[in-house]
């Protein structure tokens, strides 16, 4: 039976890989949304498939033989599969947005596979500088702060369902503080702001996206404020860090604010100031920094179908690279839309004087499903430049287990580098990677 189930499994994984792709029809699009009719779809649709949409033109005939060839076919848009309903998938456009109409054909497809990056380009660092004892349960979450102001810092963590607050002493991990979460919330990020650590999630049982303010007072965590925002920090070289933030709607049409500046005063937050970037509509997965060095920022986020961007403030102008970076086992179907919670990207000055921009992201297990459920059995961390022509990565550092996310500092005495918790079976385990 178990070879019978591994024989199945391989054919569909063949099948998914090298079926041509069907032509489907776009029957509503609303913004950059589309929702394209599956029901005659000969392969299964899965979210985090591509596709592209066409419009027909005039058929081709052979004017020898007289042998009709086709309809003319114009690309007029592409993105990939968010979610899959019974009859009907819908898409998120990445290009061709105001093009794309009902009735215009859409073509589905796996994902093409990541590009090749040649070795001698990329620096790659060997074993760790510091790697923890295993940890018993699974970290899911975690930031690097300063809670007790003594200028060394500690390592916040989501360790089920506990917060913990963790210092290196010789070497060794140990629990300075841990607070029982809430009951049925669902841990998504945790960041720093000061000595305040920044904990959103989802509570399941009240259907609803907050953040916990928690900070050290007398050796103990303690809860100070509840926000109704998803919040996430951006550290941004040689500039003070700046809170973000944004507000998802429990109604019908799943909505959500612009992602927006989140300030503290007197006591209170309030948010301030749209970030307007072109394409910039979700908080996870984004930084803002002057990548190309011309005296201007740009913004650099993670595409659904899992590329890098980097897209300019003014114009159409905008750089893709790589197609890697969407693959996280941080995810959520909340009410018919399938969320990726992508891992902060650290935006740094690299060795060589030239603004960097460092990613996480996770390595499948065997199979071509493994992405699609988000089964990762190991990760990456990689740094990229901007080559005055395209994104470069320069440095990439392996895992062996899979990753919910990663900071940048110094922790438990070592030198600067990348921070991480990686799991592996029901254990996790803190690493410090080299840059």
Avoid at 17 to 34: E, G, T
Avoid at 353 to 364: D, F, I, Q, S
Avoid at 365 to 375: C, H, K
Avoid at 384 to 406: L, R
Wanted: charged share 20%; proline share 5%; hydrophobic share 40%.
């Amino acid at each position: 039976m178990k070879r019978l189930l591994i024989s199945w499994l391989f054919l569909l994984s063949a099948a998914v890989a090298n079926a041509a792709p069907d032509s489907l029809y776009v029957v509503k699009v609303d913004s950059d949304v589309v929702f394209i009719d599956i029901t005659t779809s000969s392969s299964p649709v899965y979210q985090g498939m591509v596709f592209e949409v066409f419009t027909q033109g005039e058929e081709l005939i052979n004017p020898v033989t007289g042998v009709h060839l086709g309809a003319l076919k114009t690309k007029v848009g592409a993105g990939s599969i968010s979610a899959v309903q019974e009859k009907y998938a819908q898409g998120r456009l990445e290009s061709g947005l105001g093009k794309v109409k009902p009735g215009h054909i859409a073509n589905i497809a796996a994902p093409a596979p990541a590009p090749y990056i040649e070795a001698q380009k990329t620096a790659r660092s060997g074993a760790p500088l510091w790697k923890s004892a295993a940890i018993d349960g699974h970290v899911t979450a975690l930031a690097l702060v300063d809670a007790d102001g003594d200028g060394k810092k500690e390592l916040a963590a989501v360790l089920d369902d506990k917060l913990v607050l963790y210092s290196a002493d010789n070497g060794k991990l140990v629990v300075k503080a841990s607070l029982e979460l809430p009951n049925m919330l669902r841990p998504l990020s945790l960041d720093a702001h000061g000595k305040q650590l920044m904990l959103t999630g989802y509570q399941t049982f009240l259907t609803r996206f907050q953040t916990m303010v928690y900070a050290l007072e007398d050796g103990q965590l303690k809860q100070q404020k509840e926000l109704k925002w998803l919040v996430r920090s951006l550290e941004r070289p040689a500039r003070p860090p700046m809170l973000v933030s944004q507000q998802l709607y429990s109604d019908s049409n799943h909505s959500r604010t612009k992602v927006k500046e989140l300030i503290e005063s007197d006591d209170s937050w309030k948010t301030g100031e749209v970030l307007k970037y072109p394409r910039l509509d979700w908080l996870y997965g984004f930084t803002i920094l002057d990548f190309d060095g011309d005296g201007e920022d740009e913004l650099l986020y993670v595409m659904p179908s899992g590329k890098l961007r980097m897209q300019y403030k003014e114009g159409n102008r905008s750089y893709e690279y790589g197609d890697v970076f969407d693959r996280t086992p941080n995810r959520l179907d909340w009410q018919g839309q399938f969320l990726k919670f992508y891992p902060r990207i650290i935006a740094r000055t690299g060795k060589d004087g030239r603004p960097e921009a460092c990613l996480l992201y996770n390595v499948p297990s065997n199979g071509v499903l493994a992405d699609t459920f988000g089964r990762y059995n190991a990760a990456e961390i990689a740094c990229h430049v901007w080559t005055g022509t395209a994104i470069e990565q320069t440095w990439s550092a392996p895992m062996a287990g899979y990753a919910y996310d990663f900071d940048w500092g110094s922790f438990a005495g070592m030198a600067e580098g990348a921070v991480s918790v990686q799991v592996s079976g029901d254990k996790s385990f803190v690493v410090v990677l080299p840059r």
